[in-house]
């Protein structure tokens, strides 16, 4: 079953806005993390925010998490043209797991 | 910085033939990962690897796939008998931690492309 998956697939905004992403998941979890991928690119991680932690800042990155709704979100404040990316949250499945389970992403454009 | 290190970066193959993808994790790490994007796709998990061994793998990764760690420090993809839907970008990972519990750090890929 699907894991992570991004909302929306694909967001356009200003420079000088906010960006707001938002992922969800099926399964309990022990941390859900954010990464960013450029055109191209590896992936970067940004931010890891545990279960038991509702909401973290970064610099202009602030991630909130509600596990009772199985949801996070990623604001970055003060978008520059440099945030052009695909950015995707990525869950461990619970009971054990290693591996990281990444979502579809979004693909976010800041317009100059 | 430490960083993962892939190569080949792009690699052309034809159909049928076995390729090699090797890594070069980082150095003090211990959970090694492949994961792999086709164009536009989602990142998919693959095969975790840790103490010599495979710790947890997907559906993707069959018989068609292995993994080695065959000294302190490279990591290698082996891919046999290539298929046209192999074609994808191929990510190494490496953490300190498993991936529940701390961050991956990805290499920048290799490219493989089966014709």
């Known amino acids: 079953s699907q894991q992570g998956e991004e909302d929306p697939q694909a967001l356009s905004i200003q420079e000088g806005e906010n960006a707001t992403m938002n992922c969800s998941y099926k399964?309990?979890?022990?941390?859900l993390q954010w990464y960013r991928q450029n055109s191209g690119r590896g992936l970067v991680h940004l931010i890891l925010?545990?279960?038991?932690?509702r909401e973290k800042h970064s610099g202009r990155l602030r991630v909130t998490l509600d596990t009772s709704k199985k949801s996070s979100s990623l604001l970055i404040t003060a978008s520059r043209a440099a945030d052009t990316a695909s950015y995707f949250c990525?869950?461990?499945?619970?009971?054990?797991?290693?591996?990281?389970?990444f979502g579809q992403g979004t693909r976010l454009t800041i317009n100059p | 910085e430490p960083e993962v290190t892939q190569t080949p970066s792009h690699q052309v193959t034809q159909m049928g033939q076995e390729v090699i993808l090797r890594c070069v994790p980082i150095?003090?790490?211990?959970?090694f990962y492949w994961y792999r994007q086709i164009l536009g796709q989602k990142v998919e998990f693959l095969v975790s690897?840790?103490?010599?061994?495979?710790?947890?793998k997907s559906e993707i990764f069959d018989d068609q796939f292995s993994v080695e760690r065959p000294d302190g420090s490279n990591f290698t993809l082996k891919i046999r008998s290539t298929k046209l839907e192999d074609s994808a970008m191929y990510f190494c990972?490496?953490?300190?931690?498993?991936?529940?519990?701390?961050?991956?750090?990805f290499g920048e890929g290799s490219r493989l492309t089966v014709l």
């Open positions: 990525a869950t461990d499945s619970g009971q054990g797991a290693q591996k990281l389970v």
């Open positions: 399964t309990s979890i022990n941390n």
């Open positions: 690897f840790y103490n010599n061994e495979i710790s947890e």
């Open positions: 925010i545990r279960s038991n932690e």
């Open positions: 150095s003090n790490h211990l959970y």
């Open positions: 990972a490496s953490s300190a931690q498993t991936g529940a519990t701390g961050e991956l750090f």
